[in-house]
């Protein structure tokens, strides 16, 4: 069974800082990963989806990396902004279904 | 082209009543998966459809939930006389068709919030 595990629950730190969200995973045999955001009673916002065979997608300020073998992946957010501030979900879908973690919730300081 | 669309988007019902939540998928989408986020909980799994069949629903409670995806129209999850714990944002994803290199992403709407009195 895929459990999914993300680090740290939550997170808060001032604006214009360098940050990195970790997110791990038991079973390697996983089609791709997606991280999402949240923010506060709304939905899901695709932020990146690596597929199996890739290391790393970049949008903007955003960073994600896979090591599937380790079953890790990392999100990396530069020159942070209040906007920023939001639920970050990591999911991995292996067959039909995504399992997501439990999320990290980021505060961003003005 | 619209996004995955949920109606309603806030629903309240009484301890005992039906509530149906509805989804339509992107156009061209013929996968549609429902997943369900508990107060303080993570998103969970419920049941995955295409057009007229159930695939998994391995997710699914074992009584009260049921879902479908007919031929025309939107998929609808149903919960029968519903209880205080059925409160959750539930929300629905869809995904194209295997022949599109993009089949195995799934595009989330943005949730049906159930409240039970």
């Known amino acids: 069974k895929q459990e999914v595990t993300q680090i740290p629950a939550a997170l808060s730190v001032p604006e214009g800082e360098n940050l990195v969200l970790n997110c791990s995973f038991t079973?390697?045999?996983?089609?791709?990963l997606q991280w999402f955001r949240q923010d506060p009673g709304k939905g899901l916002t695709s932020l990146l989806l690596?597929?199996?065979?890739?290391r790393e997608q970049t949008s903007g300020r955003l960073n994600a990396s896979l090591d599937k073998s380790s079953g890790r992946s990392t999100l990396y957010i530069a020159a942070s902004q209040p906007g920023d501030s939001a639920t970050y979900l990591c999911a991995v879908r292996s067959g039909s279904r995504l399992t997501f973690g439990e999320g990290t919730q980021l505060t961003v300081n003005p | 082209n619209a996004g995955v669309m949920q109606n309603p988007r806030h629903l309240v019902r009484r301890r005992g009543q039906e509530a149906r939540l509805r989804c339509s998928p992107m156009k061209g989408h013929s996968h549609v998966y429902w997943y369900r986020q508990l107060p303080e909980e993570g998103l969970k799994f419920m049941v995955y459809?295409?057009?007229?069949?159930?695939?998994?629903e391995s997710g699914m409670p074992k009584e009260r939930f049921s879902a479908e995806f007919p031929k025309e129209g939107p998929s609808i999850l149903r919960i029968q006389q519903v209880v205080r714990g059925d409160s959750a944002a539930y929300f629905c994803?869809?995904?194209?068709?295997?022949?599109?290199?993009?089949?195995?992403?799934?595009?989330f709407g943005p949730g049906t919030r159930l409240t039970v009195l």
């Open positions: 459809l295409q057009k007229e069949n159930i695939i998994d």
């Open positions: 690596i597929q199996s065979s890739q």
């Open positions: 994803a869809s995904s194209p068709p295997r022949i599109f290199s993009s089949y195995n992403e799934q595009f």
């Open positions: 079973d390697s045999a996983i089609y791709n």
